[in-house]
């Protein structure tokens, strides 16, 4: 496109935002084609014809903005087009090494990423939470493990590249020397999936046990026994949920959990035969680190994979996850492609 007749009637930044549109949009109609791309570019071609009226230029202005935001919600819809991504999420948080503070540091991460929901528009919902100990920073209790289900369009897309390990560096709140401590606390994305269509459990293959359910301090919060643990007896793999007071629903969440787990179990077994057949080495899951939150003796977050970082953790701890999201999104789309 030729630009330079818009100069008269455009400021200098519409030109440019103008042009990162057109070329947005290029990169994205070589990725697919469809109805909403042709529009996109009809709006295009119709912004470019409309510039050329002066008493115009606010109108332009507003209908840039509005189409840059049609274009990059556009561009993610073709990124995140897995086999699931369109779907729900559930992450699984499991504090490791490092105590009471990695139990803290996975009370934090649960926090983060129920702001993160918050801010856009999913909803999240605790399906289970086993407590640690007690007496962290502003009252936090710490966390063993945790089950959060997350509603809503594309939250699976979004997230499931926050899996890994990730790794916190501070000044111990634990420590009477106010040491420097490290902790580490493994986050697991699954989709939420159908039950009887994806996986096959046999009721034979399952051990099935009900609790109270309990709350911090392992005191327990409801007189009957709604709790669920289900026992995978061929994999060994337990998952428990607590959330409702129903057992029939708790034992839903539990196999929506179970299920997922299993699905993921099953990719991993697939991916570990290719990377045999080409040669590569396989590491650990739990060393696999992928980003890293420093609050001492410097402030920064950084992910290792997609080198992107900022020197304001208390934002990304509060749920703004957004520049770390869209650039996991976008490396592992540029990556698939070749392979």
Not at 177 to 205: A, C, G, N, Y
Request: net charge positive; hydrophobic share 35%.
């Amino acid at each position: 496109m030729n630009f330079v007749h818009l100069r008269p009637f455009v400021s200098l930044g519409q030109l440019k935002n103008y042009l990162n549109a057109s070329l947005k949009l290029r990169t994205v109609f070589d990725a697919t084609k469809d109805k909403e791309i042709a529009e996109l570019k009809k709006e295009l071609t119709d912004l470019k014809e409309l510039s050329q009226e002066k008493e115009l230029e606010g109108e332009i202005e507003e209908k840039i903005k509005e189409l840059e935001k049609k274009i990059r919600e556009k561009e993610f819809s073709v990124f995140l087009s897995g086999k699931y991504d369109r779907g729900n999420a559930l992450i699984s948080i499991t504090s490791g090494a490092g105590g009471q503070d990695a139990q803290d540091w996975a009370t934090m991460l649960l926090r983060m990423y129920e702001r993160y929901c918050a801010f856009k528009g999913y909803k999240a919902k605790v399906l289970h939470q086993s407590f640690g100990e007690a007496g962290g920073p502003e009252g936090r209790i710490g966390t063993k493990s945790a089950i959060l289900e997350i509603r809503g369009k594309f939250a699976y897309g979004f997230l499931k590249k926050e899996n890994g390990v990730h790794r916190l560096v501070r000044i111990s709140p634990f420590s009477a020397k106010q040491l420097r401590h490290t902790s580490f606390t493994l986050v697991e994305v699954l989709p939420e999936l159908e039950t009887e269509k994806e996986i096959k459990i046999r009721p034979q293959d399952l051990k099935i046990d009900f609790y109270r359910s309990s709350g911090p301090g392992g005191q327990n919060v409801n007189k009957r026994e709604s709790a669920v643990r289900l026992t995978h007896l061929p994999t060994g793999i337990s998952v428990s949920c607590q959330s409702e007071r129903l057992q029939g629903l708790n034992r839903q969440s539990a196999m929506k959990i179970l299920t997922a787990k299993l699905y993921q179990l099953k990719e991993a077994g697939e991916k570990e035969k290719l990377r045999e057949i080409k040669g590569d080495k396989i590491s650990a899951s739990w060393g696999n680190q992928i980003r890293s939150y420093v609050l001492h003796p410097y402030k920064m977050v950084k992910d290792l994979r997609t080198k992107v970082e900022t020197s304001d953790p208390e934002r990304v701890l509060d749920g703004n996850l957004d520049k770390f999201v869209e650039a996991e999104i976008k490396l592992y789309d540029t990556i698939s492609k070749h392979y």
